[in-house]
């Protein structure tokens, strides 16, 4: 079912974010297409990510975390976050961030949502994280899609 589940789902366009926090181990990043907002008022997050993450583990320990959308042309980044095998912190070395909100930000991101976690759920193998958005910022531009495994651009 798993194989059939995930092409069909691959047929869903999504946005595509990196999940950003740091602890004092030092950054930790994760891409993630399972993110949206839940909720205006109260402004909440919801976000989708794998149980077995070290960023997942970053997270929890430090309660917070920041959503970085991508932007289109940001596929090497994304990515770059994606690999498996590789060091939340080991991810930074070739991608230009800032600090925002305590976090780190990547610096081509089209916005950025600094979020505090409200609550978490198991969700077979991943988990869901609920977070209380603290501030955001955003700019204008083309954001960066999945769709069919392959990243696009919006026509």
Do not use: K
């Amino acid at each position: 079912m798993a194989p059939a589940l995930r092409a069909a789902f691959s047929q869903l366009p999504t946005g595509v974010t990196v999940i950003t926090t740091t602890t004092a181990a030092g950054p930790a990043g994760v891409t993630a297409s399972a993110v949206c907002s839940l909720s205006l008022d109260p402004p909440l997050v919801l976000l989708g990510i794998g149980a077995r993450s070290q960023t997942l583990e970053r997270i929890r320990s430090r309660g917070t975390f920041l959503v970085n959308v991508l932007p289109v042309g940001a596929s090497a980044t994304a990515s770059a976050f994606a690999a498996p095998g590789t060091s939340p912190e080991a991810r930074f070395t070739a991608v230009p961030w800032h600090t925002y909100a305590n976090m780190p930000a990547l610096d081509d991101a089209l916005a950025w949502v600094a979020c505090s976690v409200e609550r978490t759920h198991p969700g077979g193998d991943h988990v869901i994280v609920i977070g209380r958005a603290l501030d955001c910022r955003h700019r204008d531009g083309q954001p960066l899609v999945r769709h069919a495994g392959r990243y696009r651009q919006l026509a």
